[in-house]
């Protein structure tokens, strides 16, 4: 692997050419006052980004370490992914699925040949991939498995995160995401993450899927158990159950594997994607299944007026090839250990837990010392950005672009950072 010098990020003075005019007081004021409060920003304004770096409007240069939660695996503006979506932006951007189009089989092949599945379902957003997962499930289990009308179930985990929809955060533990948001859909069955007994425990002639992260991401980057994605996929076999992982955010690339359950030798029976597969670009989402799974969706009976679009479909197979080189996991592999190595010499430091797969971290900050919106909000003014989670936890996701300096350079940072608030 190449190793460049890291940017530095020394404040700037220069704004990115094409930035919107106005200081970053006044675009969070006209922000705040115009768009819902549904997320809590850091205060930084970005206008323009390259590679796993950003600047915002008043110039100054930070590390992106959240990389769109992973949406951006590839980096802002990857070169090959903004030529082809560029071409493609010229030449045809909408069809929808009342016509065929040519970018969506040369796509929709490539994926289901990376995922080693028959076929695909393209969609937009994770939430709608995830609720395709659980619409297809459903239906298999009435046509295909013959479980009684209107009974189907779904087992899911404790501390998921599957996306912001009314079905979807109906099984989520959440209280913050489902607050007066009821009521709710039924059918779903939570047990705990990793529990393989409490799984078994929840399965019965109703069952036909269980939902599950390989590695929960919003959950703090929390890895099952050892043993448990084998199990689980040895316990759908035998049961007759959909085995449907949410690769959305661990998947392509992001774990050093292309999908999470690789490290396992796993393979389900639905993979469930989104983020990187719009390259940060545009919102491309699919689920991938063998025929027997997925040919239970009819004409007339699910669908999106942009799903499969020929924008989405040639930034997703220019995605797909991508990852299909490999360098991108073994960039995630390589910077990963640098990262657990740097991490986990913080322990002790103001650090309690340091989880690590690939290039994804969770950071646990000890709760007397800092809160990890305070961790973030030091960091941003060291020139790195990240995201907290669950009150004392910290993600760490640089692209996978990022050089080993960038890395070296988020652990000096974060040292900084803690011992600041140790004096
Ligand atoms: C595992 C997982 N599933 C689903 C989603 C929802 O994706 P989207 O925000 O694109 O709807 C997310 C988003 O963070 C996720 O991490």
């Known amino acids: 692997m190449t190793t460049t010098t890291a940017v530095s990020s020394a404040p700037g003075t220069t704004p990115p050419e094409g930035a919107d005019p106005g200081s970053t007081a006044s675009h969070i004021a006209r922000t705040e006052t115009h768009a819902a409060h549904n997320y809590h920003p850091l205060p930084v304004v970005l206008a323009s980004g390259e590679g796993a770096w950003v600047t915002d409007v008043e110039g100054n240069r930070y590390l992106d370490c959240l990389a769109g939660y992973s949406a951006l695996n590839f980096g802002h503006g990857h070169p090959r992914l903004v030529a082809r979506a560029a071409a493609q932006l010229q030449r045809l951007t909408l069809t929808s699925r009342a016509f065929f189009n040519d970018q969506l089989g040369p796509f929709a092949q490539a994926l289901a040949e990376l995922t080693g599945k028959d076929m695909v379902l393209p969609m937009n957003s994770g939430a709608e991939a995830v609720e395709t997962a659980i619409k297809v499930s459903r239906k298999w289990g009435y046509q295909v498995k013959g479980v009684a009308p209107g009974t189907a179930k779904i087992i899911t985990m404790h501390g998921n995160f599957h996306g912001r929809t009314t079905t979807i955060v109906s099984f989520s533990d959440d209280d913050e995401a489902t607050a007066d948001y009821g009521p709710f859909t039924p059918g779903f069955v ?120 020929p924008l989405a479909a040639a930034i997703g197979h220019e995605v797909v090839q991508l990852l299909a080189t490999g360098e991108f996991q073994e960039r995630a592999q390589v910077l990963g250990a640098r990262l657990e190595k740097g991490l986990r010499e913080l322990i002790g430091t103001g650090l309690v837990a340091v989880r690590v797969r690939g290039l994804w971290a969770g950071v646990d900050v000890d709760p007397s010392l800092l809160t990890g919106r305070q961790v973030c909000e030091g960091l941003m003014r060291h020139g790195i950005l990240a995201k907290d989670t669950h009150g004392s936890t910290v993600r760490f996701a640089p692209p996978l672009v990022a050089t080993e300096s960038d890395i070296d350079l988020l652990v000096t940072t974060l040292r900084t950072v803690l011992e600041e608030a140790r004096r």
């Not at 759908?236 to 396992?264: K, P, W, Y």
């Not at 991938?288 to 969706?297: I, Q, S, T, Y």
């Open 190 to 309: 939570s047990v705990p993450y990793g529990d393989i007994d409490a799984v078994a425990a929840a399965i019965d002639d109703s069952t036909v899927a269980v939902l599950f992260e390989p590695i929960q991401g919003e959950g703090g980057v929390v890895v099952p158990t050892e043993g448990f994605l084998p199990a689980l996929r040895a316990l759908c076999t035998e049961r007759n159950v959909l085995m449907v992982a949410d690769e959305i955010q661990s998947g392509l690339a992001r774990t050093g594997r292309t999908f999470a359950c690789d490290h396992d030798d796993v393979v389900p029976d639905v993979y469930v994607l989104g983020k990187a597969l719009g390259g940060g670009l545009y919102p491309v989402s699919a689920i991938a299944a063998d025929r027997d799974v997925l040919d239970v969706v009819r004409p007339g009976t699910h669908g999106s007026t942009f799903g499969g679009n």
